[in-house]
């Protein structure tokens, strides 16, 4: 009678555990040159697998400088042109966002946002939260926003 076939892996050499099939599981580091997060000891960002995980984006130059102390409009613009930044560094797009978290030292600023969702994201809208802080990581930072996105796919309605 002929032996029956098992389906365990088999280890690749000598003292390694076979690795199982399936998808990559591990969490890429996203950079930028210059690295903005860094001094402060935080990543920009992972990709893991089709994901895009970043950190809140705010309004800094490359070198690290505030944008726009005291501006609201000024750093809505280069927060989110960090954003794009960020997402381009990682392979996905301002298309390609399924979940945004907003904090906002000043709810009156709200309107403004809801307004700035129609110029940078389109349908179907990305989830969203927004939420009033009582400051953010340095003290002239008016906003500040976190992203989840997709690479290589889209949002379907």
């Given at each position: ?19 199982p099939a399936g998808p ?134």
């Amino acid at each position: 009678m002929a032996k029956k076939k098992t389906s365990r892996p088999k280890a690749a050499a000598k003292n390694r555990v076979a690795r199982p099939a399936g998808p990559d599981r591990n969490a890429y580091r996203i950079r930028t040159r210059p690295d903005t997060y860094d001094k402060f000891r935080i990543a920009l960002g992972y990709r893991v697998g089709d994901l895009v995980f970043l950190s809140g984006q705010a309004s800094l130059d490359k070198a690290g400088n505030i944008v726009g102390t005291g501006d609201f409009d000024r750093q809505l613009k280069q927060t989110f042109a960090n954003l794009e930044r960020a997402l381009k560094a990682a392979g996905s797009s301002m298309r390609q966002i399924v979940k945004v978290n907003i904090y906002l030292t000043d709810m009156a600023n709200f309107p403004k946002i809801v307004e700035a969702r129609g110029k940078y994201f389109r349908q179907p809208w990305p989830a969203d939260t927004i939420v009033e802080v009582g400051a953010l990581g340095l003290p002239e930072l008016m906003i500040e926003i976190e992203a989840i996105a997709l690479v290589g796919g889209k949002l379907v309605n």
